[in-house]
């Protein structure tokens, strides 16, 4: 029998930085049988890099709860999404999906992801400081999917409100409030949509795309696809904004390097990825068969967390891991997943985090930190803190 290791016993200090007890946890083998903090029941976390990646592809390990008679909270309040579904259900939403989400859609939302930035940075610039999460993080990546989606201004405090105590609750119940909430409201803006016809927004082609066959999708996929688009849409490059400045800003010799060549922009974005991503696990996998993973027996129905956060840190893979180094080849970093469910808005995130970067670099010569972080978010889902002073 596995030996369980209680992460909840390593106290607040694991929420901050998890790095130390991962590193601890690799050293004694890619793979363990653990208890998260405030959770009840078991489960595997992957710890390795190369483990990591198998598991990710493994076809072995179910998203679909359904399979081993689970049934989550999103999918009861909200319904079906991409990230809750195996082939052939999830080749078939994927498939439908990439009909509206194409490439072409997202880089021609550059130029209005340029002056989004620009009149945020406008507004913020003149005061000198500012907390970088309200003042730029969060909302340019939660305007740009709100635009694409066609949700409407007016509701965007609420939605962001919302979507943040999804994915980390604050409290007994708060979780279940929020699903409950946002279910409603997604249910209410498809209808919306509906009656209006068509308006160019990608919400809008959703409900009229129609495969080859005919195919379309129905009304619980509906809402669990605005879901998915709108929460994974912005959350995570909130983080990756926020967790990219604030590793250029603890570490001035790769802040200088960058300043003195704008070229490694790109490389700098995928070290921040790798080094601080925004997604410290990925959700539940769960055994559809018995199986092993780096020697250790997995029961049918059991729960496989993959630790991206971890392997991304693992030494096997990159050397000296800890260090944030925007020269790297970060190559095969996991901080988009892998496989069948490698995120679909890998390209607009990357697209958000460069803009954004790039333009607060230059416009802000002087940034520099202006206090401690804000508190890291509860849970092992989301990396990120909720706040960032910066001046400059």
Known sequence: MAEVIDLGEFGDGFRVDPHPVYARLRERGPV?????PGWQS????????????????????????????????????IGKNLLATDPPQHTRLRGLIARAFTMRRVEGLRPRIQQITDELL????????????????YPLPLTVICELLGVPEMDRVEFRRMSTEAIAPTGPGSEVAAF????????DLIEDKRCAGPTGDLLSDLIRTTAEDGDRLSPDELRGMAFILLIAGHETT??????GVHALLTHPDQ?????ADMTLLDGAVEEMLRHEGPVETATFRYAAEPLEIAGSHIEKGEAVMVGLTAANRDAARYAAPDTFDIRRDTRGHLAFGHGLHYCLGAPLARLEARTALRSLLERAPGLALDGPPGEWMPGVLIRGMRSLPVRW
């Open 42 to 77: 078991e489960v595997w976390l992957v710890v390795g890099h190369e483990e990591a990646r198998a598991a990710l592809a493994d076809q072995r390990l179910a998203k679909d709860g359904a399979k081993i008679g689970l049934k989550s909270l999103e999918e009861e309040m």
């Open 122 to 137: 406008d507004a913020v610039l003149p005061r000198g400081h500012a907390d970088l999460v309200e003042s730029l993080a």
């Open 255 to 259: 802040l200088a390097a960058l300043r």
């Open 180 to 187: 409950t909430g946002l279910g409603a409201y997604f249910t």
């Open 238 to 243: 909130v983080n990756l904004i926020t967790s």
């Open 32 to 36: 363990h049988r653990v208890l998260l």
